[in-house]
């Protein structure tokens, strides 16, 4: 008898274990494996400022859609309709509004990406009022948006926000946006530009399981950013080819990303990826790179999303109404 007590109660242990195991309602990995295909949005759009010239439209999100995609991540540089005691604009907020809104109408999950980098790189002890500020509103504003709708906290941490720093402003970020929405898919990336490298000193807690970690591919940098004016080293850089060796170079690096993803038990989204437009480099070239990179994320079940459609690296030509089509059928084959 007793045996059998001891047989019913470890079978209880498993199955409990077991069914701890996997995702739960709204766990990060069911959030995941709804994103498959995105596209970065209207970041650089004077919409912002002023949506009456505003270049995105909101047929662009039916034409996203119907162009293969399952998802877009909206660039927002919030920190500029601040005001002095980190307030939003009304009008930028109702401009966001209608993005979310038209977005998630057209079949489109949504990522916001707070994308004031560069800021918080330079002074961390100012930006971190400021990002806890904008997701208090964001989270209070967006508490009842349906789970399709993502938090991204920041995009490409870098510069004076090193890890340890940046990690201590997400123990505070994280509690600020669970204050409202304590289920909510949250994205975060690590340091050194949402380097892979660094995704091992990402400290997220382990007992929150909304959330998906995120990485940016450029490389090999020195083909896809030939020609950036806003890289000095860069900027003269022509005639760069993608070899057989970029390709394999990008394949080690997915299986460093697949095996962390593995070994910490978290999805993970390739948020951003691209060669520049406008550098003179073959579209062969740039085609061949961007279905490698598609391809080998794709391989190892990492949603992902391009960099992006309007403004540079593009995919859409808002000014020819059309698709520049050997990019999007490297992305959507």
């Given at each position: 008898?007793?045996?059998v007590?001891?047989l019913?109660?470890?079978?209880?242990?498993?199955?409990?274990t077991?069914?701890?195991?996997?995702?739960a309602?709204g766990?990060?990995?069911?959030?995941a494996?709804?994103?498959?295909r995105?596209?970065?949005i209207?970041?650089?759009d004077?919409?912002?400022?002023?949506?009456?010239?505003?270049?995105?439209?909101?047929?662009h999100?039916?034409?996203?859609?119907d162009?293969?995609?399952?998802?877009?991540?909206?660039?927002?540089?919030?920190f500029?309709?601040?005001?002095a005691?980190?307030?939003?604009?009304?009008?930028?907020l109702?401009?966001?509004?209608r993005?979310?809104?038209?977005a998630?109408?057209?079949?489109?999950g949504?990522i916001l990406?707070e994308?004031?980098?560069?800021a918080?790189?330079?002074d961390p002890?100012t930006?971190?009022p400021k990002?806890?500020?904008?997701w208090?509103?964001?989270?209070?504003?967006?508490r009842?948006?349906?789970?399709?709708?993502?938090?991204e906290?920041?995009?490409?941490?870098?510069g004076?926000?090193d890890?340890?720093?940046?990690?201590?402003?997400?123990?505070?970020?994280?509690p600020a946006v669970?204050a409202?929405?304590?289920?909510?898919?949250?994205?975060?990336?690590p340091t050194?530009?949402?380097?892979?490298?660094?995704?091992?000193?990402?400290?997220?807690?382990?007992?929150?399981?909304?959330i998906?970690?995120?990485f940016?591919?450029?490389?090999?940098?020195?083909?896809?950013?030939?020609?950036?004016?806003?890289t000095?080293?860069?900027?003269?850089?022509?005639g760069?080819?993608?070899?057989?060796?970029d390709?394999?170079?990008?394949a080690r690096d997915?299986?460093?990303?697949?095996?962390?993803?593995k070994?910490?038990?978290?999805?993970?989204?390739?948020g951003?990826?691209?060669a520049?437009?406008?550098s003179?480099?073959?579209?062969?070239?740039?085609v061949?790179y961007t279905?490698?990179?598609r391809?080998?994320?794709?391989?190892?079940?990492?949603?992902?999303?391009?960099?992006q459609?309007?403004?540079?690296?593009?995919?859409y030509?808002?000014?020819?109404?059309?698709w520049?089509?050997?990019?999007?059928a490297?992305?959507?084959?």
């Open positions: 008898m007793r045996i007590h001891w019913a109660a470890a079978l209880l242990a498993l199955t409990g077991i069914a701890a195991a996997q995702p309602p766990d990060a990995w069911a959030t494996a709804k994103l498959k995105g596209v970065n209207i970041g650089y004077p919409m912002w400022k002023d949506p009456a010239k505003a270049r995105f439209k909101p047929r999100f039916k034409v996203i859609r162009g293969g995609f399952d998802f877009v991540r909206v660039v927002l540089f919030a500029d309709h601040m005001d005691r980190n307030r939003l604009d009304p009008r930028w109702a401009t966001l509004d993005v979310v809104d038209q998630t109408e057209a079949g489109l949504v990406d994308h004031d980098f560069n918080c790189a330079a002890d930006c971190e990002l806890l500020a904008f208090t509103q964001i989270g209070e504003r967006y009842n948006a349906p789970d399709t709708v993502l938090f906290l920041l995009n490409e941490p870098h004076k926000l890890a340890a720093r940046w990690n201590g402003m997400v123990a505070k970020l994280i669970r409202t929405n304590p289920r909510r898919t949250l994205v975060i990336g050194r530009w949402n380097n892979l490298e660094e995704l091992p000193t990402l400290e997220l807690p382990a007992a929150d399981r909304d998906i970690a995120t940016h591919s450029y490389e090999p940098f020195r083909f896809t950013h030939q020609g950036a004016s806003w000095p080293e860069m900027k003269d850089v022509r760069v080819p993608f070899t057989a060796e390709e394999a170079r990008i997915f299986d460093k990303v697949a095996a962390w993803s070994a910490n038990g978290r999805p993970v989204l390739l951003e990826f691209g520049y437009d406008k003179g480099t073959p579209m062969a070239d740039r061949r279905a490698t990179v391809r080998e994320a794709e391989r190892r079940g990492l949603p992902w999303a391009y960099w459609f309007d403004s540079d690296f593009i995919v030509d808002i000014d020819r109404d059309r520049v089509e050997p990019i999007r490297a992305l959507i084959p």
